[in-house]
Structure formats: structure tokens, C-alpha cells
């Protein structure tokens, strides 16, 4: 029995023009032939590469599922290329696939990619799954924070000085969505989940999408709000979601991530 390999560390991006956190997990074990599956784990508002590794059972989960588990880093930029910083939305679903699949033994099939998310995270996985059916065989967002993000940004344009005076940390995270939308908080049909929902249930290539969020989270009514609008449209998806017993923290999280991994290997 080998041990699984665990890197923590930093990789150059060109989209990026600097060095960037990274995390990745393998499996314990080397496969005769073929490939293994890749699953990327997108962090919240509040993480970093570290945060998935830190907070679950990754190693029992990368040997279980044969899966190489990569662990980017993306700051607060909600998976988004920013007007006034940098182009994370790129970084992670073009060219990050590419330095994962030179370097490691990972599948290109999009059967055997998955991208998965908590939080600010659930709503970066749709936001890259939604768009790029054909390279995401199946996309879990676990508690999805901004599904409604043109509403958010509606808000902030008349509240938003009001709500940062209300703590620092509110004030930093005003300063960050400023840097990705500009000083107008201009959206586009890219940021918006629903677009992007709409636009891929035209598309004959589906990815498997999971979506689950527990009862006690804050988060629960956007949640319920959306999948009732999915279900209202009857937007042509292969989509599941899933309410549970569950808090917005790590609990919930780690469960649902193990329940994300069980419906992709099916």
C-alpha cells in the first residue's frame, strides 16, 4: 500500500502573472493503466487552498473514489475575471485543467472531471460548470452563496457604504466586489447562475449538477428560490437538489461533499 501524496504549495500562472496557493490530494495507490478522475474543490469567501484540506476527511476521500483532488486558490474574486484585478475565471477553468493534466495522471474526459464548491465556491462551480458542459462531466455547489448576485449588487449600489460601516471585514469584502464589477457594480448575463442555467439547458452536452444546502443555513431560501425557478422554467437540466438537516459550516460541508462524490460515481 502506497501512501497518498500530498502537495501543498504554489503554482505559476501566466493568466495570473504570479505565483498562486495550490493544494492537491492523490490517491494511495498507482493505477496499471488508465487514468485517475479530477475533482476541483473551490473555496469560500473566507478560505484559501488550504481550507478543503484542513476541514474534511480528503485523504479516505481521494483513495475511495480514485480521485486526484486539486485545491486552487482564488481570493474573494467569485470565480470571476475582475474589471480592476485579476483574471481568476480563466486561471481556474482553462488553465488550470492544463498544468493538472501535464503534471499529474488525470483524465481529460469530461466524465471524469468534476468541480465542486462550498459557499462563494458553489456559486464558482456553476458559475465555470454551467457554461463549459463539455468539460465537466458533473459540478456540486454545497450551499451556494450569490445565486442571485444581480440583486446583491443591486442592494450594494443604494446600501453598500452603510453595510461596510459596519465592520471592517464588511468594508474589505465592499473594496473586493468594487475591484471585480467596477465602481458602478455592472454585472453581466455571465454572473447571473439563471442565465447561465438557461443558456446550458439548450445544450445537447449536460453536465450532472448537484445542489444542496441545509435547513438551518442562512442561505436556504435563495436556495429553495432558485430551484423553484429551475423547476418553474423547466429549463432542460440533469439537476438534483437536496435540502438536509445543516448549518452553513464545515459539518454540513464534509457531508456533502462525500454525498457530492457518491452521485458521481455513479
Not at 6 to 13: K, N, P, Y
Not at 33 to 42: N, W
Not at 68 to 91: I, K
Amino acid at each position: 500500500m502506497l501512501a497518498w501524496m500530498t502537495l501543498h504549495g504554489s503554482v505559476f500562472s501566466q493568466t495570473l502573472g504570479f505565483s498562486t496557493g495550490i493544494s492537491v490530494l492523490t490517491p494511495d495507490k498507482i493505477l496499471e493503466k488508465g487514468s485517475y478522475r479530477v475533482a476541483y474543490l473551490l473555496h469560500g469567501l473566507y478560505g484559501d487552498h488550504y481550507t478543503w484540506f484542513n476541514n474534511t476527511m480528503m485523504a479516505g476521500f481521494a483513495a475511495a473514489y480514485d480521485t486526484v483532488f486539486v485545491m486552487p486558490e482564488a481570493a474573494r474574486s467569485f470565480y470571476t475575471n475582475q474589471q480592476y484585478g485579476y483574471n481568476y475565471y480563466t486561471y481556474i477553468a482553462e488553465e488550470l485543467p492544463k498544468i493538472t493534466q501535464a503534471v499529474f495522471n488525470v483524465s481529460s474526459k469530461r466524465d471524469d472531471t468534476a468541480i465542486i464548491g462550498c459557499s462563494m465556491g458553489g456559486y464558482g462551480a456553476l458559475k465555470i460548470a454551467l457554461p463549459n458542459p463539455e468539460c465537466y462531466g458533473f459540478c456540486a455547489a454545497l450551499s451556494p452563496a450569490f445565486l442571485f448576485i444581480n440583486e446583491i449588487l443591486a442592494k450594494l449600489k443604494t446600501d453598500g457604504i452603510e453595510w461596510a460601516a459596519k465592520s471592517p471585514s464588511n468594508a474589505a469584502i465592499l473594496r473586493d466586489i468594487r475591484a471585480i464589477f467596477g465602481e458602478n457594480l455592472a454585472h453581466k448575463n455571465s454572473d447571473i447562475i439563471f442565465k447561465l442555467a438557461e443558456t446550458a439547458s439548450l445544450s445537447k452536452t449536460k453536465t450532472k449538477l448537484f445542489v444542496t444546502c441545509g435547513t438551518e443555513d442562512n442561505l436556504i431560501g435563495d436556495a429553495r428560490r432558485f430551484n423553484g425557478m429551475i423547476q418553474e422554467a423547466a429549463l432542460n437540466l440533469d439537476w438534483i437538489f437536496e435540502e438536509t438537516d445543516g448549518a452553513h459550516d464545515w459539518v454540513f460541508f464534509s457531508k456533502a461533499l462525500q454525498k457530492a462524490l457518491d452521485i458521481w460515481k455513479k
